[in-house]
T-cell receptor
Framework: DVKVTQSSRYLVKRTGEKVFLECVQDMDHENMFWYRQDPGLGLRLIYFSYDVKMKEKGDIPEGYSVSREKKERFSLILESASTNQTSMYLC?????????????FGPGTRLTVL | GQQLNQSPQSMFIQEGEDVSMNCTSSSIFNTWLWYKQDPGEGPVLLIALYKAGELTSNGRLTAQFGITRKDSFLNISASIPSDVGIYFC????????????FGKGTLLTVNP
């Protein structure tokens, strides 16, 4: 089974702090994604990466950056956390080839910014 | 951007009943996927569909890729209490590699 793990299930940070969310997958997947999930808005794509050191902006990249130095790890960085970044953050990965749309999600990190 | 209309928004049913939910789009999708999310957890992939007209089952779940490529349906037969959760559809629009569009979800409650 695909295993996608996220570094924290719950995180509380203060406004202005730099926040790192880590995601690791163990299935040698090429593609990795970061989403945020908010009530009434559904899942929104922040960034994705289809290879090491490659990244592309999703629908809401403002206020975020990402890093992919190794194939199995994809980090989401909030440079200066703000209260409107309080949300559930979900990481996902998908394999190459025909099934590249089959995204497998981690358990999520619920981030609260005070 | 692309939008998916998922309905119903919520359902409250008795254990043993069958359930049906659907997603529609104004444009063609190349792939349809169905996920289930339990409270406080990440979505879990249930079924993936790749061809118009395709009908795929996973246990008591059956999903179909609409002939027009603009809709998909998920049916759950003989519901049980552990079916409770939020069900999401997701699709890959034509010309949009890697990026999925998600529906807003259907909240299913099963009364034992």
């Amino acid at each position: 089974d695909v295993k996608v793990t996220q570094s924290s299930r719950y995180l509380v940070k203060r406004t202005g702090e730099k926040v790192f969310l880590e995601c690791v997958q163990d299935m040698d997947h090429e593609n990795m994604f970061w989403y945020r999930q908010d009530p009434g808005l559904g899942l929104r794509l922040i960034y994705f990466s289809y290879d090491v050191k490659m990244k592309e902006k999703g629908d809401i990249p403002e206020g975020y950056s990402v890093s992919r130095e190794k194939k199995e790890r994809f980090s989401l960085i909030l440079e200066s956390a703000s209260t409107n970044q309080t949300s559930m953050y979900l990481c996902a990965s998908s394999p190459p080839g025909f099934s590249y749309n089959e995204q497998f999600f981690g358990p999520g990190t619920r981030l609260t910014v005070l | 951007g692309q939008q998916l209309n998922q309905s119903p928004q919520s359902m409250f049913i008795q254990e043993g009943e069958d359930v049906s939910m659907n997603c529609t789009s104004s444009s063609i999708f190349n792939t349809w996927l169905w996920y289930k999310q339990d409270p406080g957890e990440g979505p879990v992939l249930l079924i993936a569909l790749y061809k118009a007209g395709e009908l795929t089952s996973n246990g008591r779940l059956t999903a179909q890729f609409g002939i027009t490529r603009k809709d998909s349906f998920l049916n759950i037969s003989a519901s049980i209490p552990s079916d409770v959760g939020i069900y999401f559809c997701a699709g890959q629009p034509g010309g949009s590699n890697y990026k999925l569009t998600f529906g807003k979800g259907t909240l299913l409650t099963v009364n034992p």
